[in-house]
């Protein structure tokens, strides 16, 4: 089997490149190719070629008909459906390589990735579904599997790079999971969508928490997401053994009306038993246009939440909260540094 040699590789674009410079280039042209050459060098001989992780997903997306992974599920309503999808994950200096877990795969190529990529999309049986991703989880350093749940107006590809940033940023060696609901770009339509979700999204952490043998069980929600994340913890039907191994309720910037939450969610969400982290901020994006569709104060307000005691309410305004797979230099810093103190 023919093995690819970068040292060899870059030698012969080097040699070519010579002989180009030997044949009478202009100064211009010389220095055109030199940089060129460098850079194919650079990119051939990396020390820190890209990485790839592996996700599983649920979502009740009905299948776009394309064979293209951004375009792999649509935007409408459909069936529950299952499957495994492989992101990109550029290299960032300051985080290094991801850390090494039965998720992660080191990828070789002309150059490292410059963005959060969706590679491919493959849709499993439930059966399947359930014994890959355990298999996976066997004797990996991490027994823990997180569920994230995105916003409105988000893609699956879109919430498939936001699950791969949120693992790579905070070296996150558990299973990564995500559930894509039909969001759209209309607000009120995607309100109506993320509650007809609830009974899929319920059915998808009922299978994770009853199949995986992970010892710890995150969730972990964003705008809202965050609605249908909670409702589906208050219907699911667990024994009192599963239900104990989801360890964290984490809701970012909540779009979910605040009176709502105090009185018809969060009385039941304490038989769960899970510890409830809200972050809240003045500063986010997708809450700033939820005010202007909807009245009333949100839970991912900043105000005084004293009467919601044993709720951990951290304000975020000043870090970024859009959890947006953005390309690999961010200016803001982000919210998942505390987010990794929280489930570690």
């Not at 001989?45 to 599920?73: A, C, H, M, W």
């Not at 919430?159 to 070296?171: C, E, F, K, N, P």
């Not at 779009?255 to 901020?281: K, M, Q």
């Not at 991912?300 to 304000?315: A, E, Q, R, T």
Request: with cysteine; hydrophobic share 35%.
């Amino acid at each position: 089997m023919n093995r690819y040699s970068p040292a060899k590789n870059a030698a012969i674009i080097l040699t070519f490149v010579s002989l180009l410079m030997a044949s009478g280039c202009s100064k211009n042209s010389t220095d055109t190719i030199n940089k060129w050459g460098g850079d194919l060098t650079r990119a051939l001989t990396t020390e820190n070629p890209f990485q790839e992780i592996e996700l599983f997903y649920g979502t009740d997306r009905r299948p776009g008909g394309s064979t293209v992974p951004d375009k792999f599920f649509s935007n409408e309503n459909g069936d529950l459906s299952w499957g495994a999808c492989t992101v990109a994950v550029p290299y960032d200096k300051k985080i290094k390589n991801l850390k090494k877990s039965r998720f992660t795969m080191t990828s070789y190529g002309l150059s490292p990735a410059g963005s959060y990529t969706l590679k491919d999309v493959r849709p499993l049986p439930s059966r399947s579904f359930e014994t890959i991703l355990s298999k996976r989880l066997a004797n990996n350093p991490d027994n823990s599997a997180l569920v994230f749940v995105h916003g409105f107006n988000v893609s699956f590809g879109e919430a498939a790079q936001s699950t791969a940033r949120m693992s790579y940023q905070m070296q996150y060696q558990g299973a990564p999971l995500f559930f894509s609901w039909p969001a759209q770009s209309d607000y009120r339509q995607d309100e109506q969508n993320a509650m007809a979700s609830v009974p899929k999204l319920t059915e998808f952490i009922k299978t994770v928490t009853e199949k995986l043998d992970a010892k710890n069980i995150y969730l972990i929600g964003h705008s809202m997401g965050c609605l249908p994340l909670c409702k589906a913890l208050t219907e699911v039907q667990l024994a009192p053994e599963d239900m104990a191994r989801i360890r964290e309720l984490i809701l970012i910037a909540p779009d979910i009306n605040r009176s709502t939450f105090a009185e018809t969610i969060l009385p039941r969400l304490h038989n769960t038993g899970a510890l409830i982290t809200v972050y809240i901020s003045d500063d986010d994006e997708q809450l700033t246009l939820a005010h202007k569709n909807r009245a009333g104060v949100r839970l991912g307000d900043v105000v005084n939440n004293s009467d919601m005691p044993g709720i951990d309410f951290v304000d975020a305004s000043k870090v970024d909260t859009s959890m947006a797979a953005k390309p690999r230099f961010v200016k803001k810093t982000t919210i998942y540094n505390d987010i990794s103190s929280v489930i570690k």
